[in-house]
């Protein structure tokens, strides 16, 4: 591997060093010089995570190779401040609560720090323009703003800096205090490790061969190839597991490696453990694999069928069937003064967490295999590695390290188990990274589903009865499948009491990417189905929408669409304070659009038009 | 067709429950009032960036009479700390919070004996709080790492605590669902107002009023955060995220492709938050992670069809799909007005 | 991941003539912006030069030059500084509009003006601009260590998707361009995000008033079909004629064949209609002339709208 003389100002520092001539500046950072603050998201420019100045200029790390700024003068976000010693900016994103899985915060620190010293007068409009290229998956941005603008105010003494160091607390109560969060320090200076940030001696590392097709048997995997290069040191395929070979975290279906054949694009087939990333890259293009396509399932109807079987053990395509019936709805379809009847889908969604997928795996000195990694179920995964493995359960440790975003994504356990059979079979520390790329075609999703819809009510608002059939694609392993049927059928048709329902969800394995656990487990795609239908009864029968949701809202003592009795019930006083609280202009929702009263309040933020600078002329003299 | 830009507003509610869904859920706690008067909480917990950290120190503050910023978090390690089982199922508050609740509130306990001891008062009218340590009604008052020094040299005491909670569900029953899948349910609602652009069919989202049932609100700009970040993942849903598959490929492969709310794309989001303590758990507190975002994108929907008539019902409502229902509604309006 | 042994930053046109005449199996690049997330999964995947010539130091490469009828940018403006930079807002409103849009102010700090042109990408939001401002492309072509200087108009430059017309070793060394001081301009784009957002639609158009007719106008159009186009049939059609509702109207009706995308064509030309329309008012408002009633414009505009039959 060739090398490239570096000469250059970091944080102050002159460093004058060898690195790998392709580096780019962000690995450079991470790798050579431990500046973990400095995060790698996307590797594409696409999410900010890696921001860094170059010369002064706000820049993308991963963009930029380390070879193009021999010579600069770079700042991370290491030099603005440490936990004792905190930057304006970095204290007020304590402040307000910036921070949540934190991931994002480094570079979003740096974008702010370097939009308030472009022009430390920035408007709002200026702040999120100039702050436009750094994803935040978790805080909704809105804490962030208000930092920005804090930070900006404290710096231009609009604000007395005493502001930082406030935050309410009731008379003798810490419930109901706004505590400021003990993790934010470590998160706005870049202190915290995840586990990409993490190194230990003698450590490999991990790179996995994926499936290209969505339905194949394996006919063949020849790693001859790939072992014979150089730093290569093994892999392991599906014949490598001990132990019972499946997870999941409701149906446990899914082997730790494609197991005769694949179900989706993606699926994990070889891990190799070599000396460097670089050199398990190259031996994943030496693996050659031999395919027999298999005809494949993309549509979850044709998945009912089940002329194609996904997982030919199971003899049908349905994960989960969850039927609810309370009632009868023929009787209360009978009394109906209106029926509606629609359908509704929703699409798969990504979880996006800023933090890809990554994990330290390790045998300990007593013969524990450990593993580190951001797990959102370390007590299930441990079970499950135990049975894999084919290990007493107290000689497996899971440590659950900083979570840069789950959202549910990281409750399924697939890459921990290539990373325990490495381990195991090298006893030698094994660190695995997912590029985003990786990350995306490999995990699951949020279920997509499909919606039919009929209801029935009196010309009053009431509703007299309610049959909802929603079929979900859960792709090629179980996952969450069953449980995310289970909630999208308890909670589907709202919070309202219904005495007569007819609910069903089904989940279907496809050759699609798995469906899996994601915040609002089927609840979401339901409960939309059922407000927007609401919205067309409130149309219908000419009722302002929270009335009609009044009529029909749970009270203390309803049963529950599961035929449990309540013992409270706020859906009432939350409608009550919503209406108050966004002053809505009474009337039913036919279309009313411009002749509404309640428009325009400045609760709504501005209409975005670009090019809030060119407005206000703030310009720069070129070089 | 048209220019112009056009304003609506909708409104979507929604209910959700807390913990682990139609199964038996439970977590534990070890807590020590610790030299100094500060605490050790001990769970199997790690920050995933919903504020669980402060909240267990805040729940640890208010039932030892420490300071919260003197509670220490230990790791989650399942060699080294109890089960508290998943990060999810927005059961961390109530889960998690309450064990720490009841194993804090078993060590306090082991300290008042002694104290109690030490003052010969009855236990009774032991107070706590901020780092103090008090007999109500007589003129004693430490601070808590007095208290604790007294309990450990003078009577040989660690104060010590390990506790469980447990959430009773049942599983539903296979023919007909019927079962108590929680005991504890959160209520919520939210308006959207959106402004459509009919020559582009794009939607700004401008504002979200959001109300929540919480249960009691630990820490209250935690609770904002996290519906914050709902609604906004939820806009994400309703706008323009959308994994794509052709044959089992993606075609939204990387974040260029696979698009994400960026700090333009999102609305200012006002809430407010309303408290159902629930009956059955010590602190109240129920939770607000997943229900933040279930009546956002029926919301933006409604919204969208305020503004300019027409119903997107199939997820994301992106600018083509709004163009050729605009489209399609002239279109009907036109021959209706022919005809 | 992109890999390479050697990565060279020429400073002059005769040391980058020198070093591709010496070195094989070399990628030019200039920014970096687009290279990097080539190189990655689902796209090129693991990519391998032995060299990398980096153009974006030559200083021949970086230039302002601001004359009264003529403005010249150097190939290396990065999109940042052509955001900001004061003579071009003065002086080429137009540009500034689409660096906006541009991704974000980071990669714009490293994007060139070059580079997003030699990738001729059909969705690029440059081009349609410097089409407007009858850019010509300065071209450095390489014969032995000779770098001889060559002038192209864009449209003989840009020659379809992601290929333009420029030998293995040549560069482009720059643009020239109108000085459009007295022009108004807009931009207006669509994707599916306002902030790094990757363009469905977008168009810039430029124009000038005099005595309430269109002295000119210079539309152009990307995202719509393979290349980046003027639309020329609309143009001509409006200069010399009366501000009107009508006109505008009628001129947005007459070039919307132009699209050719594989996909969301019917999307795309009603949004490419509505965006010369609205382009055209918008240019029209920041017109300082008080003779147009705007207002009467636009409300006319919206009837002609509700009488048409898709």
């Not at chain 1, 450590?203 to 063949?220: E, G, N, Y």
């Not at chain 2, 001990?42 to 039932?63: C, D, K, P, R, W």
């Not at chain 2, 107002?193 to 700004?204: L, N």
């Not at chain 3, 601009?129 to 450095?140: E, P, Q, R």
Request: net charge positive; with cysteine; aromatic share 6%.
């Amino acid at each position: 591997m060739s090398e490239i003389k570096l000469n250059l100002s970091i944080n102050g520092k002159n460093i004058k060093r060898s690195t790998k001539s392709h580096y780019r500046l962000l690995d450079f950072l991470r790798e050579d010089l431990d500046l973990t603050g400095t995060k790698e998201g996307c590797g594409a420019g696409e999410c900010g995570t890696c921001s860094v100045f170059v010369n002064g200029k706000l820049i993308k790390s991963c963009l930029m190779p380390v070879a193009k700024v021999n010579g600069s003068k770079i700042e991370t976000v290491e030099s603005l401040g440490t936990p004792d010693k905190m930057s304006e900016v970095q204290k007020a994103f304590c402040l307000t609560g910036a921070s949540q899985c934190g991931f994002c915060i480094p570079g979003m620190v740096m974008a702010a720090t370097s939009t308030l010293r472009n022009n430390p007068k920035s408007s709002l409009e200026e702040i999120k323009e100039e702050m436009g290229g750094n994803i935040c998956r978790c805080t909704g941005y809105q804490k962030i703003f208000e930092a920005v603008e804090i930070a900006r105010d404290v710096i231009n003494k609009k604000q007395n800096k005493n502001v930082f160091d406030k935050y309410y607390k009731p008379e003798n109560s810490f419930i109901g205090a706004n505590v400021k969060r003990i993790d934010a320090p470590s998160k706005v200076t870049g202190n915290l490790k995840y586990a990409a940030d993490m190194k230990m001696q003698n450590m490999l590392h991990m790179q996995v061969l994926r499936s290209d097709r969505p339905h194949a048997k394996i006919k063949k995997i020849d790693l001859s190839k790939a072992l014979k290069l150089k730093g290569v040191v093994t892999a392991v395929t599906s014949d490598d597991v001990p132990g019972i070979d499946n997870f999941g975290v409701f149906v446990e279906d899914q082997p730790v490696l494609a197991k005769n054949k694949v179900r989706y694009v993606g699926e994990a087939i070889v891990a190799v453990a070599a000396e460097s990333v670089e050199i398990a890259k190259e031996a994943l293009s030496k693996i050659k694999i031999i395919y027999e396509d298999l005809p494949c399932l993309f549509k979850s109807e044709e998945a009912l069928k089940n002329k194609i079987l996904i997982h030919e053990d199971y003899k049908t395509n349905v994960v989960k069937h969850i039927p609810i019936r309370k009632g009868n709805i023929d009787e209360g379809f009978a009394k109906a003064d209106v029926i509606i009847e629609d359908d509704f889908s929703t699409q798969p969604v990504d979880h996006a967490y800023l933090e890809p997928m990554a994990g330290i795996s390790y045998v300990d000195q007593d013969g524990v295999l450990t593993i580190v990694s951001p797990s959102q179920n370390i007590t299930h995964h441990r079970h499950m590695m135990a049975k894999i493995m084919n290990l007493p359960i107290h000689k497996v440790r899971f440590i659950m390290s900083p979570v840069g975003g789950g959202f549910g994504g990281k409750e399924d356990m697939i890459y921990q188990g290539m990373l325990a059979l490495l381990a195991m079979k090298t006893r030698l520390p094994i660190k695995y990274v997912m590029s985003r790329e990786e990350d995306i075609v490999s995990t699951a999703k949020r279920h997509p589903t499909k919606t039919h819809y009929k209801m029935g009510l009196l010309n009053n608002g009431k509703i007299t009865a309610v049959e909802i059939k929603t079929l979900s694609d859960g792709g090629a392993y179980g996952c969450s499948t069953e449980g995310v049927m289970r909630k999208a059928a308890i909670l589907g048709a709202g919070p309202y009491h219904i005495e007569n329902l007819k609910m069903d969800t089904i989940g279907v394995y496809t050759n699609n990417t798995p469906s899996g656990a994601f915040r609002s487990f089927g609840a979401l795609q339901t409960e939309f189905a059922t407000e927007s239908m609401m919205d067309l009864a409130s149309e219908k029968l000419n009722l302002d929408p929270f009335e009609i949701r009044r009529v029909n809202a749970f009270k203390k003592g309803d049963l529950t669409h599961t035929k449990q009795k309540l013992n409270s019930a706020s859906i009432n006083n939350v409608l009550d304070e919503l209406e108050k609280l966004c002053k809505w202009d009474k009337g039913s929702s036919n279309h009313r659009g411009e002749e509404r009263k309640d428009l325009n309040s400045s609760d709504n933020r501005e209409s975005c038009t670009l090019g809030a600078r060119l407005e206000t002329n703030r310009s720069r003299v070129s070089k | 067709m048209s220019l112009t830009k056009k304003r609506g507003r909708g409104m979507a509610a929604a209910w959700y429950g807390i913990a682990r869904t139609a199964a038996m859920d439970q977590a534990g706690a070890w807590a020590e009032i610790d030299d100094g008067g500060t605490a050790k909480i001990v769970t199997g917990v790690t920050e995933i960036g919903e504020g669980i950290l402060t909240v267990l120190a805040q729940v640890a503050a208010e039932e030892l009479g420490v300071k919260p910023e003197n509670v220490m978090i230990g790791e989650n390690d399942t060699s080294r700390s109890p089960e508290a089982a998943h990060a999810g199922a927005t059961r961390q508050t109530y889960m998690i919070g309450n064990a720490v609740a009841l194993a804090c509130r078993q060590a306090k306990n082991k300290l008042f004996a002694q104290i109690a001891k030490e003052w010969n008062v009855d236990i009774q009218t032991l107070k706590a709080h901020d780092g103090e340590i008090w007999s109500e009604g007589t003129n004693y008052r430490i601070p808590m790492s007095e208290a604790i020094k007294i309990c450990k040299k003078k009577y040989g005491v660690v104060p010590v605590g390990g506790e469980n909670y447990t959430s009773h569900h049942t599983g539903l029953h296979p023919e007909d669902g019927s079962g108590k899948p929680w005991q504890a349910y959160v209520f919520g609602g939210q308006v959207a107002e959106v402004e459509v652009d009919t020559a582009t069919g794009e939607v700004q989202l401008l504002g979200i009023w959001a109300c929540h049932d919480v249960g009691r609100a630990i820490n209250p700009k935690g609770v904002e955060g996290q519906v914050e970040g709902g609604v906004v993942q939820a806009v994400g849903q309703a706008l323009m995220e959308n994994f794509e598959l052709d044959n089992g490929k993606t075609s939204s492969g990387n974040l260029a492709k696979y698009i994400l709310p960026t700090s333009l794309d999102v609305p200012k989001v006002k809430t407010k938050i309303v408290e159902d303590p629930d009956p059955l758990s010590p602190l109240g507190a129920k939770g607000i992670g997943e229900p933040a975002m279930v009546p956002t994108a029926p919301a933006i929907m409604n919204a969208i069809y305020d503004a300019v008539g027409v119903r997107i019902k199939s997820l994301p409502a992106t600018p083509e799909k709004i163009l050729s229902a605009l489209r399609e509604k002239q279109r009907k309006s036109l021959n209706k007005s022919l005809n | 991941m992109l890999k390479y042994d050697n990565y060279y930053i020429p400073k002059t046109l005769k040391e980058y003539a020198k070093m591709c005449n010496s070195i094989g199996n070399y990628r030019i690049v200039a920014g970096c912006t687009d290279t990097m997330p080539w190189a990655r999964e689902g796209r090129a995947g693991d990519v391998y030069f032995k060299n990398i010539i980096d153009v974006s130091k030559i200083k021949e490469l970086n230039y302002m030059k601001f004359a009264k009828k003529n403005i010249s940018l150097g190939a290396a403006t990065s999109f940042q500084d052509i955001f900001l930079d004061k003579k071009i807002r003065k002086n080429l409103k137009i540009l500034p509009q689409i660096s906006v849009w541009f991704a974000d102010d980071q990669i714009r700090e490293q994007a060139t003006l070059g580079g997003n042109i030699v990738n001729a990408s059909p969705a690029a939001d440059s081009t349609p601009a410097l089409l407007s401002l009858n850019a010509k492309v300065i071209i450095g072509v390489i014969k032995g260590d000779k770098i001889i200087k060559k002038t192209l108009t864009l449209k003989e430059f840009v020659r379809g998707r992601n290929k333009v017309a420029l030998g293995k070793k040549d560069l482009v060394i720059g643009f020239d361009m109108d000085n459009l001081n007295d022009y108004q301009a807009c931009f207006e784009k669509v994707g599916h995000r306002r902030s790094l957002v990757i363009s469905t639609v977008c168009v810039a158009c430029v124009l000038k008033v005099k005595n309430n007719k269109f002295e000119d106008i210079r539309i152009s159009v990307s995202g719509v079909c393979e290349i980046p186009q003027r639309l020329l049939k609309v143009e001509k059609f409006l200069i010399g004629k009366q501000v009107s509702h009508k006109n505008i109207f009628e001129a947005s009706l007459l070039e919307l064949n132009v699209i050719n995308s594989r996909t969301r064509k019917d999307y795309r030309k009603q949004v490419l209609q509505n965006f010369i329309v609205r382009s055209i008012l918008k240019s029209l408002e920041k017109n300082t002339s008080k003779n147009l009633n705007l207002n009467f414009i636009k409300d006319n505009l919206e009837k002609e709208y509700l009488h048409v039959r898709n």
